[in-house]
DNA sequence: TATTATTACCTTGTAATCCAAGGTATATGC
DNA sequence: GCATATACCTTGGATTACAAGGTAATAATA
């Protein structure tokens, strides 16, 4: 029942990624329950759909990483690079034009040659 | 190169499909330009995609076919079933509760417990 | 003290689905 | 005659979300 959903989501954990680290650093298990707390629980992604997210970003060099010690607690922060920036911009981007042409199609507008 | 768009374009397929075919009985191809032409370009599903969606959702019981000669032309017509009515207007909340929940993030608001 | 829950990291396997590419066939335009 | 457009279809590859499971430390509970 993965993709089964058919969710609308591909892409949008990344999206969230950059964006939330486009406010300050943060690790991964915060990132998964920041997500869920700001979307008043309407997006919800587990550990195992972000961590993989956060390390093909890092790998890419959207992101850097550094380990820290808290409270006896091992956690991995992650800052965005400038590449990272433009990577958000542009994903923002795609994303404002994507939905707006569904939107468009949704409301019926745009008749081309009405039969 | 395939999900490689990170496109945000998961389940988008179906939901035009039973969006367009709400207004009228289409055909596959006809299905494949009309989308592009509504969005002015910027949704652009091949044959692979929409054919695939087509025999799926006949499948599931959510679209009829019926097959025509028009023109010495052999065309494949679909509408929708009560079944399929319930299923876009469950995709369309989805697609529509999802999308805000995105924005709200993308804008940064809600912004629960700042460090 | 023992036990559970929470924090925090990670990987593996499955399922879904988009997409390019290729294949068939008929009709139309040059 | 030949290329393009129409109209149907399938296959194989790549990506990705997701559940599930695994490790280990701290905090809370009984």
Do not use: C
């Given at each position: 029942m993965a993709?089964?959903?058919s969710n609308f989501l591909s892409g949008v954990p990344e999206l969230m990624v950059l964006r939330l680290l486009q406010d300050r650093e943060m690790?991964?298990?915060e990132i998964v329950q920041a997500i869920q707390a700001q979307s008043r629980g309407a997006l919800s992604f587990g550990e195992g759909v972000i961590y993989p997210v956060l390390h093909g970003l890092e790998k890419d060099g959207a992101l850097?990483?550094?380990?820290?010690?808290?409270g006896g607690r091992s956690r991995v922060y992650y800052i965005l690079t400038s590449r990272g920036v433009r990577r958000l911009s542009d994903l923002t981007d795609t994303w404002t034009t994507t939905t707006q042409a569904i939107q468009t199609v949704l409301k019926g507008g745009l008749h081309v040659r009405p039969v």
């Amino acid at each position: 029942m993965a993709g089964g959903n058919s969710n609308f989501l591909s892409g949008v954990p990344e999206l969230m990624v950059l964006r939330l680290l486009q406010d300050r650093e943060m690790y991964g298990y915060e990132i998964v329950q920041a997500i869920q707390a700001q979307s008043r629980g309407a997006l919800s992604f587990g550990e195992g759909v972000i961590y993989p997210v956060l390390h093909g970003l890092e790998k890419d060099g959207a992101l850097k990483s550094k380990r820290r010690e808290v409270g006896g607690r091992s956690r991995v922060y992650y800052i965005l690079t400038s590449r990272g920036v433009r990577r958000l911009s542009d994903l923002t981007d795609t994303w404002t034009t994507t939905t707006q042409a569904i939107q468009t199609v949704l409301k019926g507008g745009l008749h081309v040659r009405p039969v």
